[in-house]
């Protein structure tokens, strides 16, 4: 159960100043010290309960008290799940960062990951222009899907519409996460002979020689657009190429471009040069 820190202000109206008998709140200095932090903190957690209090009067609930919460990752974009939240929930999910929801069968809340340790934690919640929907914006500690997908959402309907038999088996992907998927699949494909020309990822995937040279290249000529004042369409299509052939070795590696992603978002709060500085070398 939440804590209602209003109801905790209101019961210790009119009690003595310390949690201590009134003597050694008078002579313990140290110990009347302790006492003022403890009401510091309870004062800073009435005043963040009653702002969290006025943004869920601001949310525009139905008239069964609900909202829609959808989860996101934050590294990787991908819609995770949807579901149903009250006041309560999101003043949980708020003060837990756990991505809480509120179940309309068993009416009752609910955390993500309660039984199955996937929770989701929540980094920052967001509330559209509307104020009748929220984002719930985090990392996922494994799959979200109760069939152990990595999201609920894997079906696609233009592919069940054309018959396709990948339909209801293929996550919902952003570009990136396409090309990484192609990757991926061309790696699996690497281990098995192949008669024929192979790709040109396949390639670089079984030749490191061939794939350090070529990021290497990319990245001179991605630099060569700037140097040499090139056209400006130049750039995106050169980063592209680099973008590409590095998901490759990312691959090889057996590291994801999410991997890469948390990185850069863990460095936000610091320096480039703090960042370095503590660096493993």
Same mark, same amino acid.
């Given at each position: 159960?939440?804590?209602?820190?209003?109801?905790?202000?209101?019961?210790?109206? $009119?009690?003595?100043?310390?949690?201590?008998?009134?003597?050694?709140?008078?002579?313990?200095?140290?110990?009347?010290?302790? !006492?003022?932090? *403890?009401?510091? !903190?309870?004062?800073?957690?009435?005043?963040?309960?009653?702002?969290?209090?006025?943004?869920?009067? &601001?949310?525009?609930?139905?008239?069964?008290?609900?909202?829609?919460?959808?989860?996101?990752? *934050?590294?990787? $974009?991908?819609?995770? /799940?949807?579901?149903?939240?009250? &006041?309560?929930?999101?003043?949980? =999910?708020? +003060?837990?960062?756990?991505?809480?929801?509120?179940? &309309?069968?068993?009416? =009752?809340?609910?955390?993500?990951?309660? =039984?199955?340790?996937?929770?989701?934690?929540?980094?920052?919640?967001?509330?559209?222009?509307?104020?009748? +929907?929220?984002?719930?914006?985090?990392?996922?500690?494994?799959?979200?899907?109760?069939? @152990?997908?990595?999201?609920?959402?894997?079906?696609?309907?233009?592919?069940?519409?054309?018959?396709?038999?990948?339909?209801?088996?293929?996550?919902?992907?952003?570009?990136?996460?396409?090309?990484?998927?192609?990757?991926?699949?061309?790696?699996?494909?690497?281990?098995?002979?192949?008669? $024929?020309?192979?790709?040109?990822? #396949? #390639?670089?995937?079984?030749?490191?020689?061939?794939?350090? !040279?070529?990021?290497?290249?990319?990245?001179?000529?991605?630099? #060569?657009?700037?140097?040499?004042?090139?056209?400006?369409?130049?750039?995106?299509?050169?980063?592209?190429?680099?973008?590409?052939?590095? /998901?490759?070795?990312?691959?090889? &590696?057996?590291?994801?471009?999410?991997? *890469?992603?948390?990185?850069? #978002?863990?460095?936000?709060?610091?320096? @480039?040069?703090?960042?370095?500085?503590?660096?493993?070398?």
């Amino acid at each position: 159960m939440a804590l209602s820190y209003n109801a905790l202000a209101q019961s210790l109206q $009119g009690r003595s100043i310390c949690f201590i008998p009134k003597a050694y709140c008078i002579r313990d200095t140290k110990l009347r010290s302790r !006492s003022n932090v *403890v009401f510091a !903190s309870i004062d800073k957690n009435i005043a963040l309960q009653a702002e969290v209090d006025s943004l869920l009067d &601001r949310i525009k609930w139905d008239d069964k008290g609900l909202a829609v919460a959808i989860a996101q990752n *934050v590294d990787t $974009g991908a819609i995770l /799940m949807q579901g149903f939240i009250n &006041r309560e929930a999101l003043s949980t =999910t708020i +003060s837990s960062r756990k991505a809480t929801f509120f179940s &309309r069968s068993r009416s =009752t809340l609910w955390t993500k990951g309660e =039984t199955s340790n996937n929770f989701i934690n929540i980094l920052d919640v967001y509330i559209d222009c509307d104020r009748d +929907s929220i984002i719930y914006l985090g990392t996922p500690d494994g799959p979200t899907c109760h069939t @152990g997908a990595e999201t609920c959402y894997y079906t696609s309907v233009f592919d069940q519409l054309n018959d396709d038999e990948a339909a209801g088996n293929k996550l919902a992907l952003t570009t990136l996460y396409s090309l990484e998927s192609v990757i991926s699949k061309r790696k699996e494909e690497s281990t098995v002979p192949q008669e $024929g020309k192979p790709s040109w990822t #396949r #390639r670089l995937l079984t030749d490191d020689t061939l794939l350090c !040279s070529k990021i290497r290249e990319e990245a001179d000529e991605l630099c #060569r657009t700037l140097e040499d004042n090139e056209e400006a369409s130049r750039t995106p299509s050169e980063m592209a190429d680099l973008l590409y052939h590095s /998901m490759v070795l990312l691959s090889k &590696r057996d590291a994801k471009f999410e991997d *890469v992603l948390e990185v850069l #978002r863990k460095r936000f709060s610091q320096s @480039g040069i703090q960042e370095k500085q503590n660096r493993t070398k």
